[in-house]
């Protein structure tokens, strides 16, 4: 029995109890149960077609650059092959800077 279906029937057993009875009060109470359950289920199912549209929706492209960029080693200047030979002018470099802040 579905959800809406329990509650259709807790509904009309309500409405049959006598009011203030223990019977009144037992079927309230698994009216309010039956709520809750309806509740979570429809977030669920409200949680899972939100995720369904987003991995539905189209990617965004890529955004166009009036410049291009050059790659990151060409722009550090040097060979860019990335040999120990410009390690040691890198060092050499910073040896002049240090020598400057002395």
Known sequence: MSVDDKIRKLCSQLLSAPE???EFHRIFADLKTARRELVAHLKQTA???I???EWMKPGES???QNE???PYR???GGNG???AGDLKSLDAKK???QKKSE
């Open 62 to 64: 890529d955004k166009h």
């Open 20 to 22: 203030d009875s223990a």
């Open 74 to 76: 060409s722009r550090e």
């Open 68 to 70: 291009g960029r050059q």
């Open 95 to 97: 040896g002049d800077s």
């Open 51 to 53: 995720r369904q549209r």
């Open 47 to 49: 949680s899972d077609g």
């Open 81 to 83: 092959d990335g040999s």
